[in-house]
């Protein structure tokens, strides 16, 4: 299961500028219905699949509490886990009892998990071949190498008309990794429990 968890990691975390410092963009107006509906959202659980450039994909379930709590639990079987705590992104791999932190700031998921930003400082609306859908794509036109992350909302089904479907982070050599989301739910009771995690370290010697 190892030779998965790059794209794992490059889904969520990796592409740290993605949505960093891009310029201004028009359709400002769609894009308040997507800012609405982000700070609309005080809680929210999803299915999720994520799929690499391979086609490999793995499945779980994805657990959000705003402001930017975050946990991404995998399937059986597969030792990661994912977690936010509003200032940090952990992941946990259990195989190798690692431990790795980024900011939330840099990872694409800031976009989603810190509704106060102002998506037209790094964001525009693109067309979408899904009707009843939304697109957001967000990246920094000065730094290709950073990549791209397009984020898709559908219409008509969560706060402020809205539900996040899912997303794409597509990288500089064109190397694709996609999440999609099912059985969204809004306003869902979660408790604190949901964004603690085990350390997998070893502890030293105890006084």
């Known amino acids: 299961m190892r030779p998965l968890f790059p794209f794992l990691a490059a889904a969520l975390i990796a592409p740290a500028a993605i949505v960093m410092a891009a310029p201004a963009m028009a359709q400002t107006a769609s894009l308040d219905e997507v800012a609405a509906h982000l700070r609309g959202i005080t809680t929210m659980t ?74 037209s400082r790094f964001a525009k609306v693109v067309p979408s071949t899904i009707p009843g ?48 989301l099912t059985n969204q739910r809004f306003g869902v009771a979660i408790s604190d429990k949901a964004f603690k995690w085990d350390d997998p370290r070893p502890k030293g010697p105890r006084n």
């Open 46 to 119: 999803a299915d999720f699949v994520q799929t690499d450039r391979n086609g490999k994909s793995l499945s779980g379930m994805l657990t959000l509490r705003q402001p930017g709590k975050v946990r991404f639990e995998y399937q059986k079987g597969v030792p990661l886990l994912i977690v936010g705590d509003g200032k940090a992104l952990t992941m946990i791999d259990y195989s190798v009892r690692q431990v790795s932190r980024w900011p939330v700031g840099n990872s694409p998921l800031s976009v989603l998990i810190d509704p106060r930003r102002d998506m």
């Open 133 to 180: 859908t939304i697109t957001v794509e967000a990246r920094d036109g000065k730094h290709p190498e950073f990549g791209t992350i397009t984020i898709v909302f559908a219409k008509g089904a969560g706060p402020g008309g809205l539900a996040l479907q899912g997303w794409t982070v597509l990288d500089a050599q064109n190397g694709r990794s996609t999440v999609r």
